[in-house]
Structure formats: C-alpha cells, structure tokens
C-alpha cells in the first residue's frame, strides 16, 4: 500500500512538474507574440499599406512593445526546457547558456524605441522606425531564436 502511495505521489510530482514547465514556456511565448503584434500586425502593416496610417494605433503599440520588452529578462529567467506545443518558434537553450548576453540585447531594442518615440507623424518616419527598433530585434532573433515547424 505504501508503495502505491509513493508511486502515485511521484507520478503525481511530475506532471505537476511538466504542467508547470510547459505554463513557462506558454508566458514566453504570449509575450513575444504581444511584441509580435505590436510590431509586424500594426508597424509593419502600417509601413506597407496593409492598414491606413493611423497615430492612436502607432502610439499605443511602441507603448505596448516597450513595457513588453520591459519584461523580457524576468519572462526568461526560467528555462521551461521545453517548447510550447504547435509553437512555430521557440527560446534557443542559448538564452539559458549565456543569460548574461541574451539580457544586454533588451537595452539596446528599449533605446530604439525610446529615440522614435514621439517623433513618428506620417508614414515615412514609421518606417525609419520600424526599421531601427526590428534591427535590435534581430540581434536577439538571430541567435536565441529558433524555428520549430
């Protein structure tokens, strides 16, 4: 009988375990995919004429994507050693190998978009901004992040 009980526990303990790594993992990738949002399903959209220009709409997502970038290092401090599931892309295991590099790539992406902040009025300054803040954006994407399907 004790054993039953202790094989349960166990198996009890690890799907918790399991259930709480892949809640991790879920938390990163809502918040690239908010940053995601901000930039490619309103900037970029903007910058093409997929959308009308509209400066509420660019205002509050550079307000978004940067209280989103604000949170990066503490979303990642956690590795969750497991990709959600379906995701197309996913955390490199390099974020956790060398944490120190991943999070000196945040300040830099925060500066660009505190420099285009207020300085965005027609379409042509959008896409001078978009292109400063997605080239710091890149610097990250290049090496911790990886595609999975």
């Given at each position: 009988?004790k054993?039953?009980?202790i094989?349960?526990?166990?198996?009890?303990?690890?799907a918790g375990?399991?259930?709480?790594q892949?809640?991790?993992?879920?938390?990163?990738?809502?918040?690239?995919?908010s940053?995601?949002?901000?930039?490619?399903?309103?900037?970029l959209?903007?910058?093409k004429?997929?959308?009308?220009?509209?400066?509420?709409?660019?205002?509050?997502?550079l307000?978004?994507?940067?209280a989103?970038?604000?949170?990066?290092?503490?979303?990642?401090?956690?590795?969750?050693?497991q990709d959600?599931?379906?995701?197309?892309?996913?955390?490199?295991?390099?974020?956790?190998?060398?944490?120190?590099?991943?999070?000196?790539?945040?300040?830099?992406?925060?500066?660009?978009?505190?420099?285009?902040?207020?300085?965005?009025?027609?379409?042509?300054?959008?896409?001078?901004?978009?292109?400063?803040?997605?080239?710091r954006?890149?610097?990250?994407?290049?090496?911790?992040?990886?595609?999975?399907?």
């Amino acid at each position: 009988m004790k054993r039953t009980i202790i094989v349960v526990g166990t198996l009890l303990l690890g799907a918790g375990a399991v259930v709480a790594q892949q809640e991790v993992a879920v938390q990163q990738d809502n918040l690239m995919r908010s940053q995601a949002k901000s930039m490619y399903g309103v900037i970029l959209k903007m910058t093409k004429g997929e959308i009308p220009y509209n400066q509420k709409a660019v205002d509050e997502a550079l307000t978004s994507l940067e209280a989103d970038v604000a949170k990066i290092a503490k979303t990642f401090e956690v590795n969750p050693k497991q990709d959600v599931v379906n995701a197309t892309y996913g955390a490199s295991q390099k974020v956790w190998q060398n944490k120190a590099d991943f999070d000196s790539k945040i300040p830099p992406v925060q500066k660009a978009i505190a420099d285009v902040k207020g300085k965005i009025h027609n379409v042509a300054t959008l896409k001078a901004a978009y292109t400063s803040i997605n080239d710091r954006c890149t610097d990250c994407h290049e090496t911790y992040r990886v595609k999975l399907k």
